[in-house]
């Protein structure tokens, strides 16, 4: 059974509710202080994912929505591993993940970027951690996008990730940028990230996964909490 474990907010780490600049934060956080609800029996015990069927190519985001051709784009290998503070491997873990094509667009009625979409790229897969706590996807390398959140606002490319623990309510989101992309210093919502914690969001190209002619390799690890946990956004 996934063993996500439940996270203390740290201050150095996470990034706080609020974050003026990030313009929707200001409407959507509490302005009242939270109430902690106590764990009951549905958060401690759930669905045991070890048993949850996936599709062939759930984990490849190249594949699993082909119409009539390859999607456009760069290939990329995205892998890592989730573990708690000490290290140790959460196995049997569901990560989803979505995310723009390589234009900067999203397979989404709300999303009216003028770029255009892919036919062959639907942009949300999902798999399993192994054992080990391992997962891997194949996917294309998404562009950046306008977003209006003030003038000439652009998102940095990134991929968006979901963990589940043992219930469906037990979820931890987060968003995964790439090294050395210069929007990054512009960016609102990676910026409201304590500076403690940006670097934990950036993943490391990774030749040794990079398979040749087809794929750069990039590695992304999860830790659950502990001083060197993932900023999510939503502990």
Known sequence: MSQLIYNTFDYEVQPPRLAPDYKSTVLRAPSKPLVVVKQSL???????FGD????????????????NGEPMGER???????????????????????????AGRYVHKVDQHDAP????????????????GNYR?????????????HPNAWRPNHIHFSLFGANI???????????????????PIFLGVPPKGRELLISTFDLSITEPNFALGYRF???????QATPFENV
């Open 169 to 187: 309510t037990n979820r931890l989101v987060t968003q995964m940028y790439f090294p050395g992309d210069p929007l990054l210093q512009y960016d």
């Open 52 to 67: 949850f069927n996936l599709g062939e190519f759930d984990h490849d985001l190249t594949k699993n929505s082909i119409k």
């Open 221 to 227: 690890d999860f830790v659950l909490r502990g001083h």
């Open 117 to 132: 979409l892919d036919p062959n790229f639907l942009g949300a897969g999902r798999c399993m951690t192994d054992s080990e």
């Open 76 to 102: 990329i290998v995205v892998h890592g591993k989730v573990m708690n503070e000490n290290g140790r491997p959460i196995p049997n873990t569901l990560i989803e993940i979505w995310q723009a094509n390589a």
């Open 42 to 48: 549905s958060e401690l015990t759930g669905p045991v």
């Open 137 to 149: 996807f194949y996917t294309i390398k998404p562009g950046a996008y306008p977003w209006g959140n």
